[in-house]
């Protein structure tokens, strides 16, 4: 992914608003998978939260420490739902 990606990234969720998993049909308890490491796993526990290893967090500060960066990144850009990317999941839906 480019920074140019991620920036036109931030402008798209800006315009959509937080991403909520009800609104992408993925039902609290779900799985999802980490798109750098599929052996990393969190559970959807609700609408706008995770839990990673007993911790309950969002989808964009758990990417940004698995992927050790100090700055803001797209939660949704890191996930996915059933081999889908989220934010590819949300796009798609949107349209």
């Known amino acids: 992914i480019t920074d140019e990606e991620v920036a036109n990234e ?3 969720t800006s315009r959509r608003g937080p991403f ?3 609104e992408c049909g993925i039902p609290f308890g779900s799985i999802l998978t980490f798109v750098d490491n599929p052996s990393i796993t969190v559970t959807v526990v609700d609408d706008r939260h995770i839990q990673y290893n007993g911790e309950t967090t969002s989808l964009s500060a758990l990417a940004r420490r698995l992927k050790g960066l100090d700055h803001q990144i797209q939660g949704t850009l890191w996930f996915k739902y059933k081999d889908e990317v989220l934010n590819d999941l949300r796009t798609r839906l949107d349209k």
């Open 10 to 12: 931030i402008k798209e």
């Open 20 to 22: 909520r998993f009800s």
